[in-house]
Each structure stands twice: as structure tokens, then as C-alpha cells.
């Protein structure tokens, strides 16, 4: 079963009729080229999957960071929505008072920390103007990361934005056919175009170049800061997550029985999450939501967020989704990470398996997806029952201590303790940080 082709292939299904976003014509300011991709032409160089996924990520990530924002603002901020100009689309991501909000979400090579992209720039001012506003508040995103920073673009924002707004009229009048076709790209651009086999056109010899003169672009502090406070104040609301159960996520990761049982006892949970983490949380959960959907596209019997439930061992968790015998798991991961991808993940196989022995499946497929190019690698493992005896051997023990009104043993080591969430009503004797020697004892 090849998962990243059915991905690849749902989202390419799901494409729809050929569109330009403002940001494209920005990024590749030949406005016959963009003629061409909306008028269907063929492409000697077709969009790249994995790019499309990368796309539709991006997409969510950006309704997420409008979630934090009306979160943080209630009914000063409004989400936006697709605005049409000509045939050219732009997304129109909120806005926040007198302000036009437009989040970007980079790649690592666009991302500068405490740099604004021209191309984001330009964005920001282009779409502010269109909508009447006088400035625009940028937020800039780095996809593999979740590093975020905050600009305020102001200024002349009629005139740093007329060549932008000259070429998407242009391809608008090119659709209406009412302009005549020319390049407007250099002859090195041309040679990389995916419409170079079907275009007539010859090279420009003077192109437009984009430039941000006359936009005073500074930092938004008030508002970062603003935006981190709502998200650490998150970690104030009440823990939804059901209690008094094991859940296989935290049993297959924590190397602490005393943490579970705590989680058995349903004890109050102090977690202290910090915004740049819950940002890649919440990311993770947007890469699911494109990948279950396009696997619920490909597989007819493809079921996502599959129940899980031992009540002998008081496991309860979910299943990222099963087809048939097959069960999946979903793993977005960083650049450096993936790089470093050899095999199923320890922690992951153990969380697996729990799954797939409770829900008798055959076997399961892993499947990270990186979260700066878009690739996708998936391990087929077969259930090792091996694996389940030592899981529910422990998840047994860790229950019957419970229930005899004990508690497992303390850990008592920095490196596990520190960022427990019943740190607060354990009280390890914290300070002295174990050696890697004890570390490796201990794993």
C-alpha cells in the first residue's frame, strides 16, 4: 500500500478549477504565465504533490492562527475570507480593528527571524489597500518550526503596491480578453516557467521588479506579546482530556509508572505548555485533518479517529485511522528530523501497537509527514504481540497498584520530573541532574 501516492493523489483530485493567488503573482510577477495556469494550459513541469500538500497545511495553519487571534481579541477581530480581484485570488485572512490581518506561512528559506519577507510585505500592503485600510498587521510563520513574528506594514500603500495591482488587473483583462499577451518575465525566469512549451511569448527585457519602497515595516510587539499571553493562558482552562484512564500516547512515552498512575487516580494536572509548543501541537492536529481527509478519499472504508478501549487494562485512546485490518498513525515531524528518519519511532511503535492488539488489527502503517517539504514516509510493521506483553504487563501493574491505594515508585531524575504535569503533588527532590550514564540505566 503506497500511503503518500493516495495522499498525493486525493489532493490532487480535490484541486479543483486552477487558481492564482495574490502571493503567486508576487512571487513570479509574469502575468501571462499566470494567464496561462488559469486558462488551463498544459505544464511541462506539473505542480510537485508534495507541494500541493504543503499548500493545504499552510491553509489550516493559517485558520488555526486566526483561532488564537479571535481568542485573544473576541469580537475586535473578525476572520476574513476569498476576495476575487479579476483572476487573481486573494485570501483575506481577518482583521483586527482598523488593521487587515494577513498571516504567512514560510518556508525555512523565507523565514528570517526579525526579517518581514518582501513578498509578505507586499502581500499584506497589497490586500490592506484593496480593502480600504490604511496599514496591516503581518504575522510571518515558519512552517517547520512554528517560529512566529509580528509586523506592522504602513505607509504609502497605493503607491509601493501599483505594479502589483497593474499585473493582477493585467491578467484579469487577459482572461476577459481584453489585453493583448506579452511577457512580462526575464529569459532566466522563462527557462524555469512550467508553461515554457506553451507559451509563444519572448523574454522581457526590462520585467517589473516589486519593491517595498515607501512601506515603513516594524515590529508588532504589543501584539506578540498580547498573542503568547492568551496562549499561556490556556494552560489555565480545565484539561478536558478524559480521566482515571490510561491513555496510550502519554503510557508510550512517559518513563515514569508513578506519572500513569497518577492519570489513573485522575489527579488535577498542572501542565505548563509554552506557546511556541502549543503552536506545534496544534499544527500536528492540522496535518492530521488533511491527511485523514485524504485518505478518507482514497479508501472507502477508511475510518479516522478510531475508538480504542481495554477496559480490563483501563486503556482509552484514539486511533489516528483503520481500513480494514490496516491501522495508521499520522507523525508530523520537522526538516531535521525527517532528515534523520531511519525507522518507526520507538515511542510510536509501542503507541501502535497498543491500537492495533485492541483493536485486532493485522498491521499498521506509521506515517510522518514533514512539515517544510511535504514528504511523506510511511513504515509498514506488522503487530508484534511480543511488544503488547511487555505494554500490558506494565499498564496491569501500574493498575493493580492504584487499586491497592499505592503509588509506583518516585523517579526522582531533572530530566523526567521537571516538566511533569503532578510535578506539584509528587514533589521529587529535584536539583542534581542525573549523568548520561544514568540516563541511558534508566531508559
Not at 486525493?10 to 486552477?18: A, R
Not at 493583448?180 to 523574454?203: D, H, N, V
Not at 485523514?292 to 472507502?300: G, R, S, V, Y
Not at 497498543?354 to 511535504?374: A, H, P, S
Amino acid at each position: 500500500m503506497n500511503i503518500a501516492k493516495m495522499i498525493y493523489d486525493s489532493l490532487q483530485k480535490e484541486q479543483g478549477h486552477p487558481e492564482v493567488l495574490l502571493e503567486d503573482l508576487i512571487r513570479t510577477n509574469c502575468g501571462y504565465r499566470h494567464y496561462l495556469h488559469l486558462s488551463g494550459a498544459t505544464m511541462s513541469k506539473p505542480t510537485k504533490p508534495r507541494e500541493l500538500l504543503v499548500r493545504e497545511i499552510a491553509l489550516r495553519v493559517r485558520l488555526l492562527i486566526g483561532r488564537y487571534l479571535k481568542g485573544c481579541y473576541g469580537d475586535i477581530y473578525n476572520p476574513g475570507s476569498y476576495v476575487m480581484h479579476g483572476g487573481i485570488t486573494t485570501l483575506i485572512d481577518g482583521t483586527l480593528g482598523d488593521l487587515l490581518v494577513d498571516i504567512q506561512v514560510l518556508s525555512n528559506t523565507e523565514y528570517t527571524k526579525g526579517r518581514a519577507p518582501r513578498r509578505a510585505v507586499l502581500s499584506a500592503a497589497t490586500k490592506a489597500f484593496w480593502d480600504g485600510k490604511k496599514a496591516a498587521l503581518l504575522i510571518c510563520i515558519n512552517r517547520d518550526s512554528q517560529e512566529w513574528d509580528f509586523y506592522n506594514v504602513e505607509g504609502d500603500l497605493e503607491k509601493a503596491t501599483y505594479f502589483v495591482r497593474e499585473d493582477a488587473d493585467y491578467v484579469s483583462r487577459l482572461v476577459a480578453g481584453d489585453a493583448k499577451p506579452m511577457s512580462l518575465a526575464s529569459a532566466s525566469t522563462c527557462r524555469i516557467c512550467p508553461f515554457f512549451k506553451s507559451c509563444s511569448m519572448e523574454p522581457s527585457e526590462d520585467p517589473p521588479i516589486y519593491t517595498v519602497q515607501g512601506l515603513n515595516v516594524t515590529p508588532a510587539m504589543l501584539t506578540r506579546t498580547q498573542m503568547e499571553s492568551y496562549l499561556w493562558s490556556l494552560n489555565d482552562l480545565p484539561n478536558n482530556r478524559t480521566k482515571k484512564v490510561i491513555h496510550p500516547s502519554s503510557f508510550s512515552t512517559s518513563k515514569c509508572d508513578r506519572q500513569i498512575a497518577y492519570d489513573l487516580m485522575g489527579l488535577d494536572q498542572h501542565e505548563s505548555i509554552n506557546p511556541r509548543l502549543r503552536r506545534i501541537f496544534d499544527t500536528g492536529h492540522c496535518v492530521h485533518d488533511v491527511v485523514q481527509l485524504a485518505l478518507e478519499e482514497a479508501l472507502d472504508d477508511f475510518e479516522a479517529e478510531v475508538l480504542v478501549h481495554h477496559p480490563e487494562l483501563r486503556i482509552l485512546g484514539h486511533c489516528d485511522g483503520r481500513s480494514g485490518k490496516v491501522g495508521f498513525e499520522f507523525k508530523s515531524i520537522g526538516s531535521k528530523g525527517y532528515a534523520s528518519l531511519k525507522k518507526v519511532k520507538g515511542e510510536h511503535e509501542k503507541q501502535g501497537t497498543t491500537y492495533g492488539v485492541i483493536l485486532l488489527l493485522d498491521t499498521l502503517y506509521y506515517v510522518y509527514i514533514n512539515k517544510e517539504t511535504g514528504e511523506i514516509a510511511s513504515y509498514e510493521v506488522p503487530i508484534d504481540r511480543r511488544v503488547w506483553h511487555k505494554l500490558a504487563a506494565r499498564a496491569s501493574n501500574i493498575a493493580k497498584t492504584v487499586e491497592m491505594g499505592s503509588l509506583p515508585p518516585q523517579v526522582d531524575r531533572d530530566y523526567i520530573c521537571r516538566s511533569c504535569k503532578y510535578a506539584w503533588n509528587c514533589k521529587p527532590e529535584l536539583g542534581t541532574t542525573s549523568t548520561p550514564e544514568e540516563r541511558r540505566t534508566f531508559a
